[in-house]
DNA sequence: CATGAATGAGTGTTCATTCAT
DNA sequence: AATGAATGAACACTCATTCAT
């Protein structure tokens, strides 16, 4: 299932048009933007940590909040890649054998996304609530497309019995609030905690599929 | 139960301390604050908002800085009350039935606190992550104190049977995300949506107590 | 003939609602702008020279194009003052016996409202090229009426056999370049010069009024 | 009269030792400065409009002002041209029969030269007062020589009875006056009005021979 | 020759904070 | 207590100029 992750491609790709000076100035700004947070962020030090004058940024993008998106931008093309559906001859493309398998790649394959990616996520989150072209772009290019092809994949379960019939959103909320909740715990509260992923990433697909009680559902 | 929320009790004696332009400062702070942000508000407008002088707002808050702790120092209080042990006559405090209930209890009262409090709270969660001093209070003031009865909680009704004999943290984490996660998507993702509250509540019960998978857990 | 020139008053009326560090701040503007033209002009420089902090400039003037105009705009108002009708009890206000009186006084007193205003109206002629809404606002508000003023009075003298029947604009044109040309030579391009200020307006009157031939009109 | 009219050849001379980059540099920087003004104008928009890199105008110009002096310099000499003295044989050279003809000769004459130069010629009037070299440079090498010359020929016709006996810097101020004036308003403030040229020039001849009065002078 | 990336001093402007009234 | 005028350091951004390629 490896092949399907083509994010580094795309980043390697676009990297590949960055000269050297501008990588410095990313590294810097998402250095500095997930510290101080971006309004707080001083182009100043930005061109100081990357090494540069401090015109050599706007040279490269024309005002602050366009290294902001510039910064943001790609990863949010990036984080939607897992779910690009890869329709070919025109069958619905699940290639999961059951929701348990589904749900282990999809964490396992985003945790490695988050971690490496952790900073710019850091930004992302923070910022998207005062950056309306952000929350649009996100709320538009990202979330849709991804609810979308989740839904689907459910929606495609619930029809072989393996997930109750209950409605789809609040399956999917609580399958992502669980899913999310591993990744913040893993990476933002406690990370420096010693953690055994294989089998905390086993508790948590076994929570979504049974939950805490050990009985079986009364409905 | 009401009578366990000192919440509003705590507000409003502290209220009663502050005069009228200070809760005007406040207002108007937590209006600015939350809408652009803690570094991107300016004090005059906070000012003017609350129509005073600018001058009047340092006269409270010695920093912009302290303004924002004004603000959210005591929210954090509030957020603690209803985890804070009543342990008269020595006796443990688990004033639940059963683990339903103490879920019902918890996500209906935090639901009505995060409605009240929803500016601030968006504040808090927003400036976390750059201000240390308030890291740092939430981490051991109210972080700590609510885990630890939260804790004490889940192990009493593990020996109860009524939860499972998995690793309390995961336990713990799983519960608090799929009730944080429905707050989030409730009140900030998708507030205009029309909610039917009692039956989302009883859905997101189901799933921390049952998960989606319809089968008994088989382990 | 002095009452009607209630420039003085209006400058005065004005003056009144400023504060000493406005007053500063203007001069000091009005001496570098005239001194470095406007865009060469740095408002740290004007700062120092009015002994404010550079800050204090935008407390009064929210741009430094606001600085610019709030200088100019005044002064294009007193310049009007002298055309202004008063045209009370509906009588067509030409107060003047010759055209000869019309044209000393207003040499006399437009000299002395340019000496007064040397600076300013130096800005004032440099930046109208470069800023439209000075352009427009003198295009409109001063030009015509000022026009408007002196064809009504030059059509009363041509009535009254003073001045020739050639175009009015033409009369106009010819009259106004005469007197500008020497206000011009007068206080920019020999300032220095030992000027007999009667004399001088004398033979510029004597000049528009039969030329330089010495014979009469060939028409 | 033509073969006196040498600043094309100056110029056609000139741009024999220009590049072609050279000239785009000289028309781009024409054109913005024209229209920004000189302080206001970016060499880098200078640059994009002439087609070549930012570095290569440094080429050539070793400043911003340079380019400016290199712009103005040049058409200062050719307004100089007409009034250049071809004293051969030893004999003073006033070709002209009267002094109408001469005033008709010059204004036909400037007027062109002030069209196909307009720019250049409201780059040098906003620039004068600003650029001391400029300023030294216009009052040592044109105005001098050309009110030299101009003097020259107004007593000539002093001597011949055709112009009256009054002080020549007064008459040379008032013919240069109404001169100017005309070709402002003909290019200048009122340049899309449809003028009939040799009508106006009439005019304008006929106002600084006879005045306004169409009265014999009394004097 | 010509380029254009890189520079860094300088720009206009903002804003938390102070303090005389 | 309350004001708001005044501050000046910091900010994002510009631009003439240099220089390695």
Redesign the interface.
Known sequence: MEEQWIEELLAISEDEKLTPKQISILQAAIEVFSE??Y??AATSEIAQMAGVAEGTIFRYYKTKKDLLLSIIGPTMSRMLAPFVLRNFNGLLDVPYDN?EEFLRTLIINRLEFARRNFKIL?ILI?EI??QPKLKEQFAENILSKVLERVVEIVEHFKAK????E??TP??L??????V???L??RLLLQPEKDWNDEE?IN??I??????????????
């Open positions: 101080k947070g309004a707080a929701f850091k923070q609530p005062f019995g393996e997930v109750i209950l409605p609040a399956i909320r609580f399958t992502i609030s669980s999310i909740g591993y913040l715990n905390e508790l948590t076994h929570f979504i599929m049974h939950g805490i009680s050990g009985a079986a559902a009364p409905i």
